[in-house]
């Protein structure tokens, strides 16, 4: 079953910050190795076949915790796709909605 999921690992406000050293870039390519795809400081995302890739992640998370001292975010997000198209079933009920939600004004 396909899954595409992401990962935020943040200690930057913790006393100390992200320049934890060794650990978080431990972590990091840890991630990598596991098939994670690193995309910016600290957000990865992986779509994968792979239950260990998809779960995985979860369990380096959690034992680099202690020697990285502490998260200040954490968010994970496993979502299973298919590569079919998908249309939702109130999607006759609304022919008109991308111009309807376009024609909203911003709010002040």
Known sequence: MPYLCSLTVDCSDLPGGAGRGNAYEQLKNALVQLG???L???SFFVQSDSVAAVYGALELVAKSEASIGGYSHVSYQ???YTDVPRI???AANHPNALQRV???PLPQ
């Open 36 to 38: 994670w795809h690193w």
């Open 40 to 42: 910016d400081t600290s």
């Open 78 to 80: 496993a979502q299973w």
């Open 88 to 90: 939702p079933s109130t």
């Open 102 to 104: 376009r024609a909203l």
